[in-house]
């Protein structure tokens, strides 16, 4: 919506309010409408509508949301410590937490195998700027591991040695097919290895 384009405060407060047209709000635009078309209204400026339409719609205890958004934040598979930090600090600003309160928040919502990484140095890191480098360096690491696994083997076909059904798992010896039991054959000549 163009501000300019309207010829009084009026008009853009009407404009505003034909957007409201489910359940409630529906129902507390066509009264306000009303209200406004009568020339009764409590506001006179867009700006009063937005105000009157978040203290009438909007979430009267933000931190309390804010609290529970955080402690049910989770950095799970597939997202970068940068995507979890960001999410995190989105909704961190809004709780009035402490330092520490936040560094603990931030730890619980962290993925187990980056937490065992972390315990299993000599030292915690300290203050949340630490935990955010330590943390964004174990993910770099993790992500570049799993690259590096995926080009030394791009495609590689796995195949569990109870799935091969040309060799004997229990023992160290050749298959019926006279293969090794890491190896499994593919039509007449091909072999696939076995991890």
Known sequence: MQINTFANERMKILYALSFMHRGMAQVWAANETS????????FNTLE??????EGTFGNPDKERMAHAQLHALRMTPGMTAEEYMANF???SGRTG???????D????????????????????????????????????LQRGYAELKQSIRPNRVTISPEECPCCHPSTGHLGANGHRPEQAQVGNSQLLQLQ
């Open 35 to 42: 209200v406004v078309l009568a020339n009764t209204s409590t």
């Open 48 to 53: 009063g509508l937005l105000t009157s339409i």
């Open 89 to 91: 600090e989105m909704i």
């Open 97 to 103: 937490f402490n330092d520490a309160a936040l560094e």
């Open 105 to 140: 928040a931030y730890v619980q919502g962290l993925p187990q195998s980056i937490l065992l990484k972390v315990y299993s140095q000599t030292s915690l890191p300290s203050g949340m700027d630490n935990w955010k480098a330590v943390v964004h360096n174990l993910d770099c």
